[in-house]
């Protein structure tokens, strides 16, 4: 069985800076990609960014140049250091991974519980 556990969330000033982290732990043979979603109230789950086993980052347009995604060490671990916060940043920010368990298991999708960021004016 495989866990994502995320942590950081917390309240913040606009303009200010918060790093999440996300382990994922269990049944790991290898892990395809992981990435940052977030949910505002009212609103659907959007990309936040994501970072394949390759090392290459994407980002949604609203957060280029503020945030930055990256994997620890071990790889089971990713980051999220975002900078410049506005108040529209306020969501709900899940850690989602692609994991193969196996090496002859299909890859599976895994959410994390989700951490709370506010952003304050």
């Known amino acids: 069985q495989v866990q994502l556990v995320e942590s950081g969330g917390a309240l913040v000033q606009a303009g200010g800076s918060l790093t999440l982290s996300c382990a994922a732990s269990g049944s790991i043979f290898s892990i395809l990609v992981m990435g940052w979603y977030r949910q505002a109230p009212g609103e659907q789950r959007e990309l936040v960014a994501t970072?394949?086993?390759?090392?290459?980052?994407n980002y949604a347009d609203s957060v280029k140049g503020r945030f930055t995604i990256s994997r620890g060490t071990p790889k089971n671990t990713v980051y999220l250091q975002m900078n410049s916060l506005k108040p529209e940043d306020t969501a709900v920010y899940y850690c989602n991974a692609v994991i193969r368990e196996t090496m002859t298991t299909p890859t599976r999708n895994y959410w994390g519980q989700g951490t709370q960021v506010t952003v304050s004016l």
């Open positions: 970072i394949f086993s390759t090392g290459n980052p």
